[in-house]
């Protein structure tokens, strides 16, 4: 069985495009998503339907939640703020209740879904580092924890009575005895310095977890940021991959 998992849209419709046309090509049996599907981009309403018409399992992100009201966002910076009340104006009822209605976290088999740390998902915490990582890996009991909101990738292993690793090599195997807690990267704004998006494939059966980066044409995104009067960074942050 093969799942494939993206996070972090933001509102960037090509780059959910060229994701989705991906796992089509590739088969997959399964879409799950980490989180923020809105917030940056400009075309929330079509993400949004994307992912509500295609029944795909969502957890809640910060900018899901922060756009319903359902968190403050008197901690976003200020263009994540702008581009979340801008986003406001954008959205039906029906929109809003979806996005309100988001889980914190899912559970598929051996996998737990959360959008920031496991710990405390309501919390909103970064994971960036190996030593962020390592706390972590006694929040859950699932095998494999997925998660996002960094929107840079990152795997790290812990084999039962060893010390957590980061894993440096793509792919990489899932073992009967190691625990995984994997950030899946983000589709529309990634920020490893690498602007095409990026998401995974895992595979149950051969136990076999792959980061792709698919490459999309940014420059039609950043149009519609400047059409519809967003602010220019986040068009520019698109080509730069920051
Ligand atoms: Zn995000």
């Known amino acids: 069985m093969l799942i494939g998992v993206f996070s972090d849209i933001h509102s960037n419709l090509e780059a959910l495009t060229a ?8 088969r997959v049996d399964l879409l799950l998503c980490c989180g923020d599907i809105v917030g940056y981009g400009p075309d929330p309403q079509a993400c949004i339907e994307q992912l509500r018409s295609a029944r795909i399992k969502v957890v809640a992100g910060n900018h899901d939640w922060g756009v319903t009201g359902r968190i403050s966002i008197d901690h976003f910076n200020h263009l994540a703020a702008r581009a ?6 954008q959205l039906s009822e029906t929109e809003i209740t979806y996005l309100r209605g988001l889980p914190l976290i899912l559970d598929f088999g051996p996998i737990h879904l959360v959008h920031s740390a496991p710990s405390d998902p309501a919390g909103w915490d970064y994971i960036h580092t190996l030593d962020d990582a390592a706390e972590e890996m006694g929040a859950f009991t699932a095998q494999i924890c997925l998660i996002g909101h960094t929107h840079i990738p990152m795997a790290v292993e812990r084999i039962a009575g060893q010390r957590t690793r980061l894993i440096t090599f793509n792919p990489f195997s899932i073992r009967e005895n190691g625990k995984y807690l994997i950030n899946v990267g983000g589709v529309g704004q990634p ?10 494939i895992i595979d149950l059966i051969q136990k076999q977890v792959t980061f792709h980066r698919l490459v999309y044409d940014y420059t039609i995104t950043q149009r519609k940021i400047a059409t519809v009067g967003l602010p220019l960074y986040l068009a520019q942050r698109l080509e730069m991959g920051i």
């Open 191 to 200: 920020r490893d310095r690498d602007p095409r998006a990026c998401c995974v």
């Open 19 to 26: 994701v989705f046309d991906f796992f089509k090509a590739n």
């Open 84 to 89: 979340i009340q801008w986003t406001k104006t």
